[in-house]
Every structure is written in structure tokens, then in C-alpha cells.
């Protein structure tokens, strides 16, 4: 069993400790300095390099500036423009009536938010992260998920819950759990995950759009990162269809399917598979948690023969492990090695950075657990 | 966001007096504390006097919230020199005749459920008054987030047996498909858009709600409170942008025993910052199941707490029609002023009935103290006291009314067991907007399961059969 239940010592911590740093949230006083704030150049192909913060936002800005039913609530949106910034200028472009900061009530808000829903409106309520959703978990839940089915279908609940998912740097335990699991089982709800800019922009706009309670569950530590976005994700007509993965890197010997930032570790350990023993790892990345493509995962485990799934969450209960039931039961015939997963360590998260990196799968897990997988 | 200055204006009154500050920018009404002040300018308290004086506020102290009452228990005005309540005769009628319509219907279908009929059933002995008195103030517009023991609301505002009968048996005239427990009523009007083919709106689109005034009723509790701010603040907004139309509230009930729960204040709050629209309506019946109010605060009844949150509150008698009605029409005015507040109403009154049919109070309160509470004060025979007293009613037109609403009532049980039972393909439907390909796979699984062994599935009870799965 690859998922690593206990601390796995690694060689190196993944790089972009570092980087995120500069992002690390001060809990509810979450200090982010503004000039991360920063817009892509334009290559000659039209494609652009922008920030998966800057693509949320143009989202949000798009949605709320085409669809006057929508509007952004949670902490700290409006006048500070989000605890990480994703929702800059947008206070001053629509307004306090539409950018809305709330008290310090996760049950409030969320509530709010669902009412509103109810009523007909397409609220987008945002969590500081999605740890601090579970003081709202009934109404994401049991209202949320549940009131069209319960209503007989007469009531809609267009909402769409985001925020940062997962953990981040140096936040311990109570502020980097993983809750793609959580919200998966949720009949009625959907769930996406967003790893690139295109992602973040094409999902979050489908799930504004989408008449169904949709989480975003999105990534601290992607925020700042750079992705190039083709000239037509650059448009405000731009939506990705929710419950379709993407083959990120084909390949033919081994399937790694992942998601969120996960789905970087694996392009990279990808490479390094090639390099050090010349396999070809196809690299997928989930985008949807619910619904999941397993169309898209079945047809690659059958062209490869081998699956392996890369998450952050915890190993039991999880996503990696609905993905290996379905492997087992959709393409038992073509595994040609036992499905193998590699996931967050069954443990609180530890604060200390050392510990930290050793309770989430590194890129030289996810390698060395592929060549175990393969035998090489 | 407008700021708001609490002022207290007399402890007597339990009264806040607001004024409002809309800056276009929130620092533009920062404040500093200036030398020589003889009070405090503190940003979280900016109107509280200094003092050298050392002393706890005591909730002991303080004196209790008055209850509003117009009738008493003999059915007389209590202030006779006031006028009588605006209401037509006709009105008093009907909200009597309502009043014993739920509690004929109670009777009814709590034996039925000790027969085995149905599941699960909740009366509300005790509390018509606060229903019907209070939805009688509201306007058909106006939106309802109900708990569960408000059947009087749903009465008043044109649920007919029939519509009650279908949803207790969860039959195919249920509007809710059979999919919630009995009494978690729901009522709809036809949507003006239907969100699977027109969700996604124009900046130009006029906000509409979708007419669901009466949402359905959620079993966990609380849960509706800050959704009712929420939905208030989304009719804040279409009415904003439709200035021609009525501006309209939402109506909050929930028992005393849901206060407890960390979601009402939440919502209070959250109501009281966004100026939401909404009125609070809490039954406060003495008793959160077995659990009497004496355990479950300290402090003086419900009330109190709204005026803690700066929100315009008042206690009346829930036994008294009237009372009710007035204090719900003055809240749905108060509420709608100044560019939209809550209200919170603590109704009082005493639940006769058991918590539910899953509950046998007698095993926690004598059976004197409830055969009391009938006899001596009840909403039901105040009223007709009073009725009896304009001449409006007699011991004949009693008996004749009850005769016949019980007779209407069990057509009506009669007809709706004898109902066939939703279509099969409700169960899967309505989970998303459109059913999901998965779904509808399953659905195929069931049909060709359904019709491989014909003898040993009877499909007469769903309406259309088999094709019920088409």
C-alpha cells in the first residue's frame, strides 16, 4: 500500500515553500502582500501568463458584471478584497450591495447565502478557507444539497461555495484538511477542483452558472502561481464542462490521475520517470470531483494497464480510494499491477515545516512509488 | 454598508432607537475619541458614558419584557378605551374557523398516526393563535420559512386539506413528491423562470423571485433562520430594482427551543448588519420537547436577545389573536422602513399538544398542569369567547362547524390514502436540475429489473406504472 499512513521522509520539501511564504495566512488577520497582485504579458500566439488568483477574479468579475442575480459575500471580500485577495476591485466595481462583507459567522453567511439562493437569487458565498466551512456544514448539507430533491423540485438553490482547500504553509492542523472527500459523497451537490489559471477560471464560471449548489474547492498554494491561458480562455465566454477530467500528459504505461495542486507534483514526477527510466506516466487531471470523469480514467487504465492516484487527502475514505474501487470495477480486466495510491498521511497536520512536508506525497514519492509500481 | 448607532433609550422601554449613517466609504464615519469627552468613543461603543461607578448590569435587575395583549381570557378588550381591532367581521370568521380547521385536523391525524397510517405527525395544540394571527398580517407576496408546528400558516394562506392530506400520505398530488416527512409542508406558485433552461441572466434582466413563497419545511433545526435573512436580503434586492412593485418581508417562525441553536444567532445578526427584511416570529410554547424554558435560559425569554442584537423586538401573547395579528402588521411595517430591519416577535403561549408523535410529555409534566392550560387559556376558546360576545358566534354553529370540517377532513384523509403513491421515477429525479446520465442508466436497471420479474414487484400503487419510468 503506497499511501503513506505514516510519515514519509523526503529527500527535499517541494519548492514552492518558499515561494508561498510570501502567501502564508495569519489566520483570520491573513496578510498578503498587495503586489502579488500582477497582470500576464501577452505572448505572440495570444496566449497569456496569469495568476490562478488573477483568474478567479476575472471570473467572479465576469459573472457578476453579465448575471445581475449573482453576488460575492463572506469575510473580509469587500474593502480588504478578500483574505487572499481574489476578490480585489471588485467592491469598487459593483458595489457594497453586491460585494458584501459579513460577520464572523460561517453559519450566518452560508445560511444567507442559501437563502438567498432559495429565493432565487446566485449567490457566491466565500470561505477564508474551506476548514472554516465546517462551522456551516449543516447548511451546505442538509439545506444546500437536499431542498430541490426534498422540495419536489420547485425550489432552486443556485449557489456556489469557494474558497481555499487543502493545506497550505505552515498552518497546522485545524487549517489544511482536504475536504474533496467530504463534499463528494454529498448526493445533490457538485464539486470541483481547479489546478491551472484555465481551470480556475473555466470551473469557477461553470459553477456560477451551473442551477445546482456547486463547491470550488480551490488552493492556497496555487494562487500565486503563473499558468499561460490561451487567447479563448481569455474570454468572458470561457466555461469548462463540470465532470470532465483533462489529459494534462499522455502517455502509456502508467496512469496518474490527480487533482488540484497534486496534478503539478505528477506532471513533474512525470518527467522525471521519463528522464531516470524513459516511462511515459499519462498524467490526468480530475477537474471535477463530483461528478467524476470515469469515462476519461477507465479509457487511460485500459491503454496503460496501470493506475495510480495522487491526492492531499487523507488516505482512507478519500478520492484516491473511490478511484481505485472503480478501477476495480470497470477495468479490473486490463490492470496488469495492483492500483496503487499515494495520499496525505493519516495524521493531524503538523505545524513544524519539516513534518509538515513529510505528511503530504512530494514529487519523489510519487516517483519512487511509480517505480514500485512498475517495478523498475 | 450603512452604519448603524445604537442608542439606548430607557431601559424601561427595552426600545433601540436607530440612526443611520450611509457613507459612501466606511472610514468616512471614523471616529476619535476627543480629550475632555464624558463618553466613550470607543469603534466598538460609541455612545456609552463614562463612569466612575463600578457595577455589573444584573439580568435580575432589569425588569421583565411586557407581554402586548388586546383581549383577555374572557374574550374582552383589556384597554376599553381603546378602539377595536381593525379587523371585519368576516376576517374574525375566517381566522376562527381556520384556527379549528388545523386543530380538527390535529385530532384526526394523530390517531391516525397511532393507527399505523402515517409515519409521523405534529399538532399544534395551543399556537393557532400565533399562525393565524400572524399570517393573517402578511401579504401574499410575502415569503415564509416555517419550522414545523405551523400549520395555521399554511392554512391561512390558502393550503387546502387536500394539499395537507397529499403531502401527509405522500401521494402523487404531493408538490413535494413524497420525499419529506409528514407535515414538512411546502407550498409553490408557478415559477417565472425555471432556472435548468434560464439561469444564467442579463445585466438587464428585471430580478424575479421565483414565486415560492412558502419554502418547505427542513427538519434540522434552525437551519431556516438565516436562510429567511438570506431570502430577505434577495427580495431587498429585486425590490430594489423593481420599484414598482410591493415591497415584501419574509416571516421566520421557529420554537423557543430552536433559539438555542448557534444558527439563530447567526442569523440575527446577520440581519441586523445587511438590514434584511425579515420578521422573527418565535413560539415560545415552555417546553424545547421535554426540556422546560426554565433549562434551557437564564435570561428573560427570547426577547431579550433581539434587543442585544439591536433589532426592534417585542413580546406578545400568543393565546391572543389580535395581539398577535397587530404586533405582526406593525413589524411588517417597521421591518420594510428605513430601507429594510428585522423584527423579532416572541409569541408566548403553552404547548398542550406532545412535541410530536414520537413524544409522550406526560412523562415529564403532570397531566393537570396541560388540563389546565386547556381549560383556562387556550387561543382557540378565547377567540370564541370573544366571538360569542359580538354575537358572532353560538354553541349551534359550533357543533355544526366542527361537525362538518371533521367530515371534510376525513373526505379528504379518505381520498388522499386511496391516492396513488408518486412515480417511480420521482425517487431519482430532482436530485440535480436535470438527471444525470447515471441516472437515467440506473432508471433503465430498474425497468429491465422491474420487467424481467413482473410477479414480484406490484407497480399499481405508482402512478403510470412501469411507465413511470420512462
Known amino acids: 500500500m503506497a499511501a503513506p499512513r505514516l510519515f514519509r521522509p523526503t529527500a527535499r520539501l517541494f519548492s514552492s515553500r518558499l515561494a508561498s511564504t510570501a502567501l502564508r495566512s495569519n489566520l483570520r488577520q491573513t496578510a498578503c502582500a498587495p503586489s502579488i497582485y500582477r497582470r500576464g504579458y501577452?505572448?505572440?500566439?495570444?496566449?497569456?501568463?496569469?495568476?490562478?488568483?488573477?483568474?478567479?477574479?476575472?471570473?467572479?468579475?465576469?459573472?457578476?458584471?453579465?448575471?445581475?442575480?449573482?453576488?460575492?459575500?463572506?469575510?473580509?471580500?469587500?474593502?480588504?478584497?478578500?483574505?487572499?485577495?481574489?476578490?480585489?476591485?471588485?467592491?469598487?466595481?459593483?458595489?457594497?450591495?453586491?460585494?458584501?462583507?459579513?460577520?464572523?459567522?460561517e453559519a450566518g453567511f452560508c445560511g444567507l447565502a442559501v437563502g438567498a439562493a432559495l429565493a432565487g437569487l446566485h449567490p457566491i458565498c466565500e470561505f477564508m478557507t474551506f476548514n472554516f466551512a465546517m462551522q456551516a456544514i449543516d447548511q451546505i448539507i442538509n439545506s444546500a444539497a437536499k431542498t430541490h430533491y426534498m422540495s419536489g423540485g420547485i425550489q432552486p438553490c443556485n449557489v456556489t461555495f469557494r474558497g481555499p482547500n487543502g493545506f497550505?504553509?505552515?498552518?497546522?492542523?485545524?487549517?489544511?484538511?482536504?475536504?474533496?472527500?467530504?463534499?463528494?459523497?454529498?448526493?445533490?451537490?457538485?464539486?470541483?477542483?481547479?489546478?491551472?489559471?484555465?481551470?480556475?477560471?473555466?470551473?469557477?464560471?461553470?459553477?456560477?452558472?451551473?442551477?445546482?449548489?456547486?463547491?470550488?474547492?480551490?488552493?492556497?498554494?496555487?494562487?500565486?502561481?503563473?499558468?499561460?491561458?490561451?487567447?479563448?480562455?481569455?474570454?468572458?465566454?470561457?466555461?469548462?464542462?463540470?465532470?470532465?477530467?483533462?489529459?494534462?500528459?499522455?502517455?502509456?504505461?502508467?496512469?496518474?490521475?490527480?487533482?488540484?495542486?497534486?496534478?503539478?507534483?505528477?506532471?513533474?514526477?512525470?518527467a522525471e520517470l521519463k528522464q531516470k527510466y524513459g516511462v511515459d506516466a499519462e498524467v490526468i487531471n480530475l477537474r471535477s470531483v463530483k461528478p467524476l470523469d470515469v469515462e476519461t480514467i477507465i479509457a487511460s487504465l485500459k491503454k496503460t494497464g496501470r493506475i495510480m492516484v495522487v491526492e492531499s487527502g487523507y488516505p482512507m475514505f478519500g478520492v484516491s480510494s473511490e478511484?481505485?474501487?472503480?478501477?476495480?470495477?470497470?477495468?479490473?480486466?486490463?490492470?496488469?499491477?495492483?492500483?496503487?495510491?499515494?495520499?496525505?498521511?493519516?495524521?493531524?497536520?503538523?505545524?513544524?515545516?519539516?513534518?509538515?512536508?513529510?505528511?503530504?506525497?512530494?514529487?519523489?514519492?510519487?516517483?519512487?512509488?511509480?517505480?514500485?509500481?512498475?517495478?523498475? | 454598508m450603512s452604519l448603524k448607532i445604537l442608542?439606548?433609550?430607557?431601559?424601561?422601554?427595552?426600545?433601540?432607537?436607530?440612526?443611520?449613517?450611509?457613507?459612501?466609504?466606511?472610514?468616512?464615519?471614523?471616529?476619535?475619541?476627543?480629550?475632555?469627552?464624558?463618553?466613550?468613543?470607543?469603534?466598538?461603543?460609541?455612545?456609552?458614558?463614562?463612569?466612575?461607578?463600578?457595577?455589573?448590569?444584573?439580568?435580575?435587575?432589569?425588569?421583565?419584557?411586557?407581554?402586548?395583549?388586546v383581549m383577555d381570557s374572557d374574550g374582552e378588550m383589556v384597554d376599553k378605551t381603546r378602539p377595536a381591532p381593525d379587523v371585519t367581521d368576516e376576517e374574525v370568521l375566517t381566522w376562527y374557523k381556520n384556527m379549528l380547521s388545523v386543530s380538527?385536523?390535529?385530532?384526526?391525524?394523530?390517531?391516525?398516526?397511532?393507527?399505523?397510517?402515517?409515519?409521523?405527525?405534529?399538532?399544534?395544540?395551543?399556537?393557532?393563535?400565533?399562525?393565524?394571527?400572524?399570517?393573517?398580517?402578511?401579504?401574499?407576496?410575502?415569503?415564509v420559512f416555517a419550522q414545523y408546528r405551523e400549520a395555521g400558516v399554511f392554512q391561512q394562506r390558502g393550503f387546502t386539506l387536500k394539499n395537507f392530506m397529499s403531502q401527509l400520505f405522500a401521494n402523487c398530488n404531493d408538490t413535494g413528491k413524497g420525499r419529506n416527512m409528514p407535515v414538512h409542508y411546502g407550498q409553490n406558485y408557478p415559477r417565472m423562470v425555471s432556472p435548468s433552461t434560464h439561469h444564467y441572466g442579463t445585466a438587464n434582466e428585471e430580478l424575479e423571485a421565483d414565486k415560492t413563497t412558502q419554502h418547505t419545511i427542513s427538519s434540522p433545526l434552525a437551519t431556516q433562520i438565516p436562510q429567511a435573512a438570506g431570502a430577505a436580503y434577495a427580495l431587498k434586492l429585486q425590490d430594489l430594482q423593481n420599484p414598482n412593485r410591493d415591497p415584501r418581508i419574509v416571516a421566520c417562525y421557529f420554537g423557543e427551543g430552536a433559539a438555542s441553536e448557534g444558527?439563530?444567532?447567526?442569523?440575527?445578526?446577520?440581519?441586523?448588519?445587511?438590514s434584511c427584511p425579515v420578521v422573527f416570529i418565535c413560539r415560545n410554547n415552555g417546553y424545547a420537547i421535554s426540556t422546560p424554558t426554565l433549562e434551557q435560559y437564564r435570561g428573560d425569554g427570547i426577547a431579550s436577545r433581539g434587543v442585544g442584537y439591536g433589532i426592534d423586538t417585542i413580546r406578545?401573547?400568543?393565546?391572543?389573536?389580535?395581539?398577535?395579528?397587530?404586533?405582526?402588521k406593525e413589524a411588517r411595517r417597521l421591518a420594510l422602513s428605513e430601507g429594510g430591519k428585522p423584527v423579532l416577535i416572541e409569541a408566548m403561549s403553552y404547548r398542550v399538544s406532545h412535541h410530536s408523535t414520537s413524544d409522550d410529555s406526560f412523562a415529564y409534566r403532570a397531566r393537570v398542569e396541560v388540563e389546565d392550560w386547556k381549560r383556562r387559556d387556550n387561543p382557540i376558546i378565547r377567540l370564541r369567547k370573544w366571538l360569542e360576545n359580538q354575537g358572532l358566534w353560538n354553541e349551534e354553529l359550533e357543533k355544526t362547524t366542527r361537525d362538518e370540517m371533521r367530515k371534510a377532513v376525513l373526505k379528504e384523509f379518505g381520498d388522499a390514502e386511496r391516492q396513488q403513491k408518486p412515480s417511480l421515477k420521482e425517487a431519482f429525479a430532482d436530485v440535480y436540475e436535470e438527471i444525470t446520465e447515471e441516472q437515467r442508466e440506473q432508471m433503465a436497471e430498474l425497468k429491465r429489473i422491474l420487467e424481467t420479474y413482473p410477479d414480484e414487484y406490484d407497480l399499481r400503487p405508482y402512478k403510470d406504472g412501469i411507465k413511470g419510468l420512462d
Open chain 2, 263 to 274: 444558527d439563530f444567532h447567526a442569523a440575527l445578526n446577520i440581519a441586523a448588519t445587511r
Open chain 1, 168 to 270: 497550505a504553509a505552515g498552518v497546522a492542523a485545524q487549517h489544511s484538511q482536504d475536504y474533496s472527500a467530504w463534499y463528494g459523497s454529498i448526493p445533490g451537490l457538485k464539486v470541483v477542483s481547479p489546478w491551472s489559471s484555465e481551470d480556475a477560471k473555466g470551473l469557477l464560471k461553470a459553477a456560477i452558472r451551473d442551477p445546482n449548489p456547486v463547491v470550488v474547492l480551490e488552493n492556497e498554494l496555487m494562487y500565486g502561481q503563473s499558468f499561460p491561458m490561451s487567447e479563448a480562455a481569455q474570454k468572458n465566454d470561457f466555461v469548462l464542462p463540470i465532470g470532465k477530467a483533462k489529459i494534462e500528459r499522455p502517455g502509456k504505461d502508467l496512469t496518474i490521475v490527480s487533482l488540484s495542486r497534486c496534478v503539478g507534483q505528477s506532471l513533474t514526477a512525470a
Open chain 2, 7 to 69: 442608542t439606548r433609550s430607557g431601559l424601561r422601554s427595552h426600545h433601540l432607537t436607530t440612526a443611520r449613517i450611509a457613507p459612501a466609504r466606511r472610514w468616512s464615519s471614523s471616529i476619535s475619541q476627543r480629550p475632555g469627552s464624558d463618553s466613550v468613543r470607543f469603534p466598538g461603543a460609541v455612545n456609552s458614558k463614562f463612569t466612575t461607578q463600578m457595577s455589573f448590569l444584573k439580568a435580575s435587575d432589569l425588569p421583565a419584557i411586557p407581554t402586548y395583549r
Open chain 2, 316 to 328: 406578545v401573547d400568543g393565546n391572543d389573536v389580535f395581539a398577535v395579528n397587530e404586533a405582526m
Open chain 1, 323 to 376: 478511484i481505485l474501487a472503480l478501477s476495480m470495477e470497470y477495468g479490473f480486466d486490463y490492470l496488469t499491477a495492483p492500483a496503487v495510491r499515494v495520499t496525505g498521511a493519516e495524521v493531524p497536520t503538523p505545524y513544524a515545516a519539516g513534518l509538515e512536508g513529510m505528511a503530504f506525497p512530494q514529487e519523489d514519492t510519487i516517483v519512487t512509488q511509480a517505480a514500485k509500481l512498475l517495478r523498475l
Open chain 1, 42 to 105: 501577452a505572448t505572440e500566439n495570444g496566449t497569456k501568463e496569469v495568476t490562478v488568483r488573477d483568474a478567479l477574479n476575472e471570473a467572479l468579475a465576469e459573472e457578476l458584471e453579465l448575471n445581475q442575480k449573482t453576488f460575492i459575500l463572506g469575510e473580509e471580500v469587500a474593502q480588504y478584497n478578500g483574505a487572499y485577495k481574489v476578490t480585489r476591485g471588485l467592491l469598487d466595481r459593483f458595489g457594497p450591495k453586491r460585494v458584501i462583507d459579513t460577520p464572523i459567522t
Open chain 2, 104 to 143: 380538527v385536523m390535529d385530532v384526526v391525524m394523530f390517531e391516525a398516526q397511532r393507527q399505523g397510517r402515517l409515519s409521523f405527525y405534529m399538532v399544534s395544540a395551543g399556537e393557532e393563535g400565533i399562525t393565524v394571527g400572524s399570517a393573517a398580517a402578511l401579504t401574499q407576496d410575502d415569503v
